[in-house]
C-alpha cells in the first residue's frame, strides 16, 4: 500500500512539473487576464464619461404639409423641453429690469405667420422689459410652425419654454371675417381668460414703452381699481424705414430710429399715431369690434392714459405715461415681405401705404434703441 501511494504522488508531481503543454495552458491564460485588466484601466482613463449627453438632431423638415398640422387645443400643446433663461453673463440690462409677473396677472396675445426672428425679439422685449410671463401665440399658418424653434429669445436673454402657449391654425379657405377677431376672442379669450385679470392684444412689430419710471404692473393695478374701465389703450407711435432698404443685421429696435410726427401741424400720416392697441380686462370682456378696440360688458368703457373714453382711435394723441412703438414698414425688402404675407384677414398691405409713411415728417425717436436686450 505503501509502495502505491508513493508512486501515486509521483504520477501527481509528474503531471505539474513535466507537463509543458499544460504549464503553457496556464500561462496563456494569465496572460490574457493581464491584457484585459490593462484595457480596463486604460479606458478608465480615456473614454468619455458615459452620461455625457447625445447631439441630437431636432431640426424639422421645411417642407412639412401645413395641412397635417391641426388646431391645437390649450391642453395640447408640442412636448418641447424648457428652454430656461440663458445666464447673462455677457450683458447688463438697460433698463433695469421690473419685477416678474409670476402670478400671470396680465398676458399677450398676438397672431403671427412666418416671422421666427420678430417673434423672438418681441417676446424678449416684453418678457423681460415688462416682467410679462405668459405669451399667447396664435400661429396663423407658419411653415414650419413656430412652436418648432429649440430656443426663443436673443442671446443671451433667452425666453423660457414655458412662458409661451402656441396654437396653430392652418390657413384654409372661407374662414369667417375678419379672422383676426375670431382670433382674439374664440382662441385668446374664450380659452384663456379666467387665468389673467387683464390680456393685452398686439401685433410682433408693436413694442411697448413704459414711461416715468412707472411699470406695466403698477400700471394695470391703478386702474383694475377703477370699476367704470374695462379696456386700457395705449396710442402708437409709428416708425418709419429711415431709408433702409434691406433687412438690417441688427434687431428692429436698433435699426429704426425715425418716427412718424403726431400732427396736425404737419405732415402725420393720417394720423396714424392716433391708432391705439388695448389690454382689457377679461372678466368685461364683451366682444372684438376692432384689433384696435375691444367692446367691455356692463357699462364700462376703454379709456386712455388720462382716463378720456376712445375706442379705435385717440385723440388727442399723447405718450406720457406709456406708448406703443410700431415697426410697420421696416425696410423696403421687409415691406414687400409683408404685403406677400398677408394678415390674418386676407389683407395684403397696399404699397401706398408704404408711400404715406415715408412721405410723413418724422424725428429721431431712439427710445427704444437703448434697450438689453
Known amino acids: 500500500m505503501a509502495h502505491s501511494h508513493s508512486v501515486s504522488n509521483d504520477l501527481w508531481l509528474d503531471s505539474i512539473t513535466f507537463n509543458p503543454r499544460r504549464g503553457y495552458k496556464y500561462l496563456g491564460s494569465c496572460a490574457c487576464l493581464a491584457f484585459v485588466l490593462l484595457s480596463l484601466t486604460w479606458l478608465k482613463d480615456n473614454a468619455k464619461p458615459f452620461d455625457t449627453p447625445l447631439s441630437i438632431s431636432t431640426k424639422v423638415p421645411a417642407n412639412i404639409p401645413p395641412e397635417e398640422a391641426s388646431v391645437s387645443s390649450p391642453d395640447s400643446e408640442p412636448s418641447l423641453e424648457d428652454a430656461g433663461p ?6 447688463v440690462a438697460f433698463p433695469p429690469l421690473p419685477p416678474a409677473d409670476d402670478e400671470e396677472y396680465v398676458s399677450l ?4 405667420k412666418d416671422q421666427p426672428s420678430e417673434l423672438d425679439e418681441f417676446l424678449v422685449h416684453h418678457y423681460y422689459h415688462h416682467g410679462i ?7 396663423d399658418g407658419s411653415n414650419p410652425p413656430l412652436s418648432y424653434s429649440i430656443n426663443f429669445g436673443i442671446l443671451p436673454f433667452a425666453v423660457p419654454r414655458s412662458a409661451v402657449t402656441f396654437i396653430y391654425i392652418p390657413r384654409v379657405p372661407d374662414r369667417p371675417q375678419p379672422f383676426q377677431h375670431t382670433i382674439y376672442a374664440d382662441y385668446c379669450m374664450k380659452n384663456f381668460s379666467e387665468r389673467h385679470t387683464w390680456m393685452g392684444f398686439f401685433d410682433a412689430d408693436e413694442f411697448l414703452e413704459m414711461r416715468r419710471e412707472v411699470t406695466l404692473l403698477d400700471w394695470l393695478h391703478k386702474w383694475e381699481k377703477n370699476d367704470t374701465v374695462g379696456g386700457l389703450s395705449v396710442n402708437w407711435i409709428v416708425h418709419n424705414s429711415g431709408g433702409r432698404r434691406n433687412r438690417p443685421q441688427s434687431d428692429s429696435r436698433k435699426a429704426f430710429g425715425h418716427c412718424v410726427v403726431d400732427g396736425p401741424d404737419g405732415k402725420n400720416a ?12 377679461t372678466a368685461l370682456f364683451d366682444g372684438v369690434n376692432s384689433v384696435h378696440y375691444m367692446r367691455t ?3 364700462t368703457v376703454s379709456v386712455g392714459e388720462n ?5 379705435v382711435k385717440r385723440l388727442p394723441i399723447t405718450h406720457d405715461m406709456w406708448a406703443l412703438h410700431h415697426y410697420v414698414v421696416k425696410s423696403r425688402e421687409q415691406f414687400l415681405e409683408k404685403q406677400q404675407r398677408g394678415s390674418p384677414n386676407n389683407e395684403h398691405t397696399a404699397g401706398v401705404y408704404w408711400d404715406i409713411i415715408e412721405g410723413a415728417d418724422d ?11
Do not use: Q, W
Open 86 to 91: 440663458i445666464p447673462n453673463s455677457l450683458t
Open 109 to 112: 396675445c398676438l397672431a403671427i
Open 133 to 139: 410671463r405668459r405669451f399667447y401665440v396664435m400661429d
Open 270 to 281: 393720417n394720423a396714424e399715431n392716433s391708432h391705439v392697441k388695448t389690454f382689457v380686462k
Open 297 to 299: 360688458a356692463n357699462g
Open 307 to 311: 382716463g378720456d373714453k376712445c375706442e
Open 363 to 373: 424725428y429721431e425717436c431712439p427710445d427704444l434703441a437703448a434697450y438689453v436686450p
